[in-house]
């Protein structure tokens, strides 16, 4: 009877511990999925994080003063060249895919739109230029806008802003029945597909006796 009670034990015991592995087991395999999605979960997290953080900066920046040039005889402003550069750390933006937004208002109300003032003329690729006020780009159209490379390191300039490059938005103010007089606000939004929009306004100044007016300065 000793040695059958002990044999029962033997078995109780044997099954017990089969149990409590399968136990531990189970519980083993519950923990690596609660982890596994914890870290997948913190992950999603992290890149949503980043998107949104991309999203909300600005990819732009303006890289020095916003230049004109100036119809003498008419006393009102023909060209308006905005030199824009990337901000520190952002990714290259494609200008073809970048839009642009101009409103001009005039001071005595009259005021002019487009939310779609890109345009290409300059043909198939980019050019490298310092002089915005060629006649090239005064065949712009009123609320026109392209982009000139001022620095880079291309040969021939293609339609990626990349980091230490340098452009020009030129765009066109004025034709035969609409002129930006002094006083004038001009406001100007570029939009790229990633990033924050820039936003660009000024006011014309009073003394248009020049050629070129620097309308930081005035």
């Not at 511990?17 to 596994?36: E, H, K, Q, R, T």
């Not at 949104?52 to 023909?78: F, K």
């Amino acid at each position: 009877m000793t040695r059958k009670s002990k044999r029962k034990k033997g078995i109780v015991g044997i099954e017990a511990a089969i149990v409590l592995i399968a136990f531990v087991l189970v519980a083993s395999a519950l923990a690596f999925v609660v982890l596994n999605m914890g870290m997948f979960t913190t992950q999603k997290s992290k890149e949503v994080i980043a998107r949104a953080y991309e999203e909300s900066t600005r990819a732009l920046d303006i890289s020095g003063n916003v230049v004109a040039s100036v119809d003498i005889n008419n006393r009102w402003l023909e060209l308006v060249a905005i030199p824009i550069k990337l901000t520190s750390g952002a990714r290259p933006i494609d200008l073809d895919k970048t839009a642009i937004s101009i409103t001009i208002i005039r001071p005595d109300g009259a005021a002019k739109h487009t939310d779609n003032g890109f345009v290409k003329v300059t043909g198939t690729t980019y050019t490298i230029t310092k002089d915005f006020n060629s006649t090239a780009y005064k065949k712009l159209n009123l609320l026109e806008a392209t982009w000139l490379y001022v620095r880079t390191d291309e040969t021939t300039p293609d339609n990626l802003l990349e980091p230490g490059e340098l452009v020009l938005l030129v765009l066109n103010v004025t034709d035969s029945t609409f002129q930006t007089v002094a006083y004038s606000r001009i406001i100007v939004e570029v939009k790229p597909a990633t990033g924050s929009p820039l936003a660009v306004e000024r006011i014309v100044p009073p003394n248009l006796d020049s050629e070129y007016v620097d309308l930081d300065v005035g």
